[in-house]
C-alpha cells in the first residue's frame, strides 16, 4: 500500500529538488522566524517557525480533500487547474525577477513574550497568507497525474513531506541565524541568486506541464 502512495522516484526526486529551493528562498515565513531568533533567541525562533509548520499542515490538508473532491468531480478541471497553476507559477517567477527578494529583519532590542505567542504568530502568519493558499492549491498537483487513483493520497504525501524536509532545514537557519542574516544582507548577488533559482524552478515546473502528455 505504501508503495501505490509514494510518487514514483523521478517525481519524487523533481519535487525534493523543487522543494528545497523553495524553503531557502527567503519570504514571510523565514523573515518571521528569523527575526523572532534574532529578537528573542533560538527557542523563539523555533516556536515560530513550528507555527508555521502546523499552517502548512492545515493548507496540506485541505489542498489535499479539496484537490481530491475536484478529481472525483471531473479529471478535466484537475488538468484544468494544473495548466492554471503552471501559469500562476511562472508568474511568480517572474514577480521574483522584477521586485526581488526582500529580506527585512529587526535586530532590535530583545523580546520576553512567552514562546506560545511566538507559535500563535507563526501559525496566524502562515494560516492568513493568501500566497501560501495559492500556493499549496497550484504547487501540488505538479507532480499527480489526474489519472492515478492514488492522486488524493500522493498529495497529502508530498505536502507532508515538503513539511518534514522544510523543518530541519529551518531549524538548522534558526540555529545559524546571525551568520545567516549577516550572510544575506552583506552580499546581494546571494539574493539575487535566490530570485533566479526560484524563477529557473516555476519556470521549469511551467515547462515540464507543457511537455507531459494529457494526464
Known amino acids: 500500500m505504501l508503495m501505490t502512495v509514494l510518487p514514483n522516484p523521478d517525481v519524487l526526486a523533481a519535487f525534493t529538488a523543487a522543494a528545497v529551493v523553495l524553503i531557502f528562498t527567503p519570504g514571510p515565513d523565514m523573515t518571521l522566524f528569523l527575526g523572532e531568533t534574532l529578537r528573542g533567541g533560538r527557542a523563539r525562533g523555533l516556536a515560530a517557525m513550528l507555527g508555521v509548520a502546523t499552517g502548512l ?53 530583545t523580546d520576553r513574550r512567552p514562546l506560545h505567542r511566538a507559535y500563535l504568530m507563526g501559525l ?3 494560516l492568513l497568507n493568501p500566497k501560501i493558499v495559492m500556493f499549496f492549491l497550484t504547487f501540488l498537483p505538479q507532480f499527480v497525474a489526474a489519472t492515478d487513483p492514488q492522486a ?64
Open 57 to 109: 499542515l492545515v493548507h496540506t490538508m485541505l489542498a489535499a480533500v479539496g484537490l481530491s473532491a475536484l478529481l472525483a468531480a471531473s479529471a478535466g478541471a484537475f488538468v484544468a487547474i494544473k495548466v492554471a497553476g503552471a501559469a500562476y507559477l511562472l508568474w511568480l517567477g517572474l514577480q521574483a525577477l522584477r521586485h526581488r527578494t526582500a529580506l527585512t529583519l529587526d535586530a532590535g532590542a
Open 124 to 126: 496566524g502568519v502562515n
Open 152 to 215: 488524493g493520497a500522493k498529495l497529502t504525501f508530498l505536502g507532508l513531506y515538503f513539511i518534514a524536509l522544510a523543518v530541519p532545514i529551518c531549524a538548522g537557519l534558526i540555529v545559524a541565524a546571525d551568520r545567516v542574516v549577516a550572510t544575506l544582507r552583506r552580499s546581494g548577488r546571494i539574493m539575487r541568486a535566490f530570485d533566479w533559482l526560484f524563477a529557473g524552478l516555476m519556470a521549469a515546473l511551467a515547462l515540464r506541464l507543457v511537455l507531459s502528455r494529457t494526464d
